[in-house]
């Protein structure tokens, strides 16, 4: 319990001790631990960056998606008017191209009509010339009575 | 328990009180003082062997332990020790920033140090108080105290080193005139000359014990601390001699006691730590 030289003693290895301490063990510490909290904070940072660009990503890529099933839409859209429009029109020509031949048909019907009718015009005043002027023999003379035969056959 | 002193309680206490002291012998030869009459007829030119032995060991198990952890310091996952020092030199360092605000490489440092090596001399109180000691006895040697800050020279030494520190730092930021002024002009202050001279006489002396109070009761906190365990130790382990009924209760007593001393070894490391950092303030702040 004497104070005596170990007081000096005490304060040299005191003095030594702190030395040591500030030269060989505080500064690698402490700046491990800075160095650490600095990565940390920049570790964090990119992660919340990250997030961010991810979040942009995923409303681009909705918007792009959006945009997307808007233009199929339209484009079958656009397909099915065009695909009635295609069957309107179909639909129209074949009903021309029907009356076009219904007509044609008609009009080579009449005429076979008219033909035949004429023929049988044709037969049936040569027929009449011929029965008369076999009833008739002398009376009736061809030539003289051409004029009021045409008439006849016109009548018919 | 005790050699060369009866054995008696006494003895026994007075035998664990003393130091393992070298110096020069009332004949003039130097060697080991082989009772506590012959330690103190040394006077200063002596040095307690034990006490220097012990701290210089944790010190510089602290070293070790620190560098040992401060080379593998690495910006990746700390693991294991690392993780043990580096949370030790965070919370030195919290208390360093929360208490000290100038720029100064040397106090944390010096903190870190001071908290450390009190807490390692002051755990050294919670081993049994025979076990060391009779090991010595084994070796040869007479006396053995374990506890460096049970040693009034220990925590003087320490208090000095910062005392001296605190008087440097004064000195480099105020100047000798700043500091000189912050010795005489206050706490009492006046506007004229002839009052500032009347009142320097009071201002200094009061000034004075204030800044001489520091260290002494920097150290005398943790010597009366670490000593009062110690001996409340002692006490407890005299029972151990006094039969099997005495010999349990001390057995408990001494559990208890060293259970609640863990809190006062490091309080006082704690408070030690935070008094050179308040000190070291105070010194750099001008008021």
């Given at each position: 319990?004497?104070?005596?030289?170990?007081?000096?003693?005490?304060?040299?290895a005191?003095?030594?001790?702190?030395?040591?301490?500030?030269?060989?063990?505080?500064?690698?510490?402490?700046?491990?631990?800075?160095?650490?909290?600095?990565?940390i904070?920049?570790?964090?940072?990119?992660?919340?960056?990250g997030?961010?660009?991810?979040?942009?990503?995923?409303?681009?890529?909705?918007?792009?998606?959006?945009?997307?099933?808007?233009?199929?839409?339209?484009?079958?859209?656009?397909?099915e008017?065009?695909?009635?429009?295609?069957?309107?029109?179909?639909?129209?020509?074949?009903r021309?191209?029907?009356?076009?031949?219904?007509?044609?048909?008609?009009?080579?019907?009449?005429?076979?009509?008219?033909m035949?009718?004429?023929?049988?015009?044709?037969?049936?005043?040569?027929?009449?010339?011929?029965?008369?002027?076999?009833?008739?023999?002398?009376e009736?003379?061809?030539?003289?009575?051409?004029?009021?035969?045409?008439?006849?056959?016109?009548?018919? | 328990?005790?050699?060369?002193?009866?054995?008696?309680?006494?003895g026994?206490?007075?035998?664990?009180?003393q130091?393992?002291?070298?110096?020069?012998?009332a004949?003039?030869?130097?060697?080991?003082?082989?009772?506590?009459?012959?330690?103190?007829?040394?006077g200063?030119?002596?040095?307690h062997?034990d006490?220097?032995?012990?701290?210089?060991?944790?010190?510089?198990?602290?070293?070790?332990?620190?560098?040992?952890?401060a080379?593998?310091?690495?910006?990746?996952t700390?693991?294991?020790?690392?993780?043990?020092?580096?949370?030790?030199?965070?919370f030195?360092?919290?208390?360093?920033?929360?208490?000290?605000?100038?720029?100064?490489?040397?106090?944390?440092?010096?903190?870190?140090?001071?908290?450390?090596?009190?807490?390692?001399?002051?755990t050294?109180?919670?081993?049994?108080v025979?076990?060391?000691?009779?090991?010595?006895k084994?070796?040869?040697?007479?006396y053995?105290k374990?506890?460096?800050?049970?040693?009034?020279?220990?925590?003087?030494?320490?208090?000095?080193?910062?005392?001296?520190?605190?008087?440097?730092?004064?000195?480099?930021?105020?100047?000798?005139?700043?500091?000189?002024?912050?010795?005489?002009?206050?706490?009492?202050?006046?506007?004229?000359?002839?009052?500032?001279?009347?009142?320097?006489?009071?201002n200094?002396?009061?000034e004075f014990?204030?800044l001489?109070?520091?260290p002494?009761s920097?150290?005398?906190?943790?010597?009366?601390?670490?000593?009062?365990?110690?001996?409340?130790?002692?006490?407890?382990?005299?029972?151990?001699?006094?039969?099997?009924?005495?010999?349990?209760?001390?057995?408990?007593?001494?559990?208890?006691w060293?259970?609640?001393?863990?809190?006062?070894?490091?309080l006082?490391?704690?408070?030690?730590?935070?008094l050179?950092?308040?000190?070291l303030?105070?010194?750099?702040?001008?008021?």
């Open positions: 319990m004497n104070i005596n030289l170990t007081l000096i003693g005490q304060s040299v005191f003095v030594v001790f702190v030395w040591f301490c500030m030269k060989l063990v505080w500064p690698p510490i402490v700046t491990a631990l800075n160095d650490r909290k600095t990565k904070a920049d570790g964090l940072a990119a992660a919340e960056e997030q961010q660009a991810k979040a942009k990503a995923q409303e681009h890529a909705q918007q792009v998606t959006g945009e997307a099933k808007e233009q199929a839409q339209e484009i079958i859209r656009r397909a008017k065009r695909e009635a429009e295609m069957v309107e029109e179909a639909k129209g020509s074949a021309t191209e029907g009356d076009r031949i219904l007509n044609a048909a008609r009009g080579e019907i009449d005429k076979e009509a008219n035949a009718r004429e023929a049988l015009r044709t037969q049936v005043a040569a027929l009449a010339v011929t029965g008369a002027s076999k009833i008739l023999s002398r009736v003379d061809a030539d003289a009575h051409a004029k009021m035969l045409d008439e006849l056959i016109t009548e018919l | 328990m005790a050699s060369s002193e009866a054995l008696t309680t006494t026994y206490i007075k035998h664990h009180l130091n393992l002291t070298f110096g020069q012998h004949d003039g030869t130097w060697g080991i003082a082989h009772s506590a009459a012959e330690a103190k007829a040394m200063f030119w002596a040095i062997l006490t220097m032995f012990w701290s210089m060991l944790l010190g510089a198990l602290f070293i070790w332990v620190f560098r040992r952890a080379v593998r310091a690495s910006v990746g700390p693991s294991g020790l690392l993780n043990f020092v580096e949370w030790v030199v965070e030195v360092d919290d208390n360093v920033r929360s208490s000290f605000s100038h720029k100064n490489d040397l106090v944390a440092p010096l903190a870190l140090t001071l908290f450390v090596w009190v807490l390692l001399m002051n050294m109180d919670l081993v049994p025979d076990w060391l000691p009779e090991i010595a084994l070796m040869g040697i007479e053995m374990v506890v460096p800050t049970t040693d009034p020279n220990a925590t003087f030494g320490m208090a000095l080193g910062v005392f001296v520190l605190t008087l440097f730092y004064s000195i480099k930021v105020k100047g000798i005139g700043g500091f000189a002024a912050e010795l005489t002009m206050q706490p009492f202050q006046a506007k004229s000359p002839i009052l500032k001279v009347l009142f320097l006489p009071a200094f002396f009061l014990v204030s001489i109070s520091k002494i920097l150290s005398l906190r943790l010597f009366g601390n670490l000593f009062a365990g110690e001996m409340i130790f002692i006490l407890i382990a005299l029972l151990f001699s006094g039969g099997a009924v005495l010999a349990v209760a001390g057995g408990v007593l001494q559990w208890a060293a259970v609640f001393h863990i809190l006062i070894v490091l006082q490391a704690f408070i030690f730590m935070t050179t950092i308040v000190y303030e105070m010194a750099h702040s001008h008021h």
